[in-house]
């Protein structure tokens, strides 16, 4: 199956300050991205959809100025959460696909673990 | 609106075993994917098996099987012969047509006992 790399996969931060998490796929070219969260013992919550060369699209209840997404290449997407609070703690994943692949199965990062103290 | 249903939070089964985990859906699109995915305590989705709503044979990947049944929208996994390695949360997902973004479920923990 593809290849999608994600990291870090465990970050710590300190309140206020702003963590990067990359998300690349390693080889096929990523038309469309898709980025996750997922709060303990819980399922995955889709946050946003990302298209290489636009907008993010954001879903219901996530702030986009929060978490910054961006897709500047066919192979790489990074989540920017800005201004990290404790509460935004959990596991977030991305996930790869392509116009190619899009009725396959997506492929996913191995998740990043982020502790916000 | 489209949903995916596990109403199994945690499940027991001993090794060698076969177990079924339950998975309802809703939707109104008349072509979509059926997903079930893997995560081990360690984070990663490991993609198991797929079936397509148009799709009359039940789909089989080795030791899973998804035992489909359209009308009661409903889509199964059968993992037969279980094994230690097996325990660990199972997600059924559901794409959809058109976006192509996937809703899941709220996820089944296996356990396999030894």
């Known amino acids: 199956g593809a290849v999608v790399s994600q990291h870090p996969s465990r970050v710590i931060c300190k309140s206020g300050t702003s963590v990067k998490i990359e998300c690349r796929s390693l080889?096929?070219?990523?038309?469309?991205m898709f980025w996750y969260r997922q709060f303990p013992k819980q399922s995955l919550m889709l946050m946003a959809t990302?298209?290489?060369?636009?907008?993010?699209?954001?879903e219901q209840g996530v702030e986009k100025d929060k978490f910054l997404i961006n897709h500047a290449s066919l192979t790489l997407s990074t989540l920017t959460v800005t201004s990290a609070h404790p509460e935004d703690s959990s596991f977030y994943i991305c996930s790869a696909s392509s116009l190619e692949r899009l009725n396959t199965e997506a492929f996913f990062g191995q998740g990043t673990r982020l502790t916000v103290v | 609106a489209q949903k995916i249903t596990q109403t199994q939070p945690g499940m027991f089964v001993q090794e060698k075993e076969a177990v079924t985990l339950d998975c309802t859906y809703d939707?109104?699109?008349?072509?979509?994917?059926l997903f079930w995915y893997k995560q081990p305590s360690s984070g990663e989705m490991i993609f198991l098996i797929y079936q397509g709503s148009y799709d009359e044979q039940n789909a089989t990947e080795g030791r899973y099987s998804l035992n489909f049944q359209k009308a009661r929208k409903s889509a199964n996994l059968v993992i037969s012969a279980s094994q230690l390695g097996d325990s660990a949360m199972y997600f059924c997902?559901?794409?959809?047509?058109?976006?192509?973004?996937?809703?899941f479920g709220t996820g089944t923990r296996l356990k396999v006992l030894a």
């Open positions: 997902a559901m794409r959809e047509s058109g976006t192509y973004k996937y809703i």
């Open positions: 990302s298209n290489e060369g636009s907008k993010a699209t954001y």
């Open positions: 080889d096929f070219q990523a038309t469309t």
């Open positions: 939707t109104s699109d008349q072509s979509y994917g």
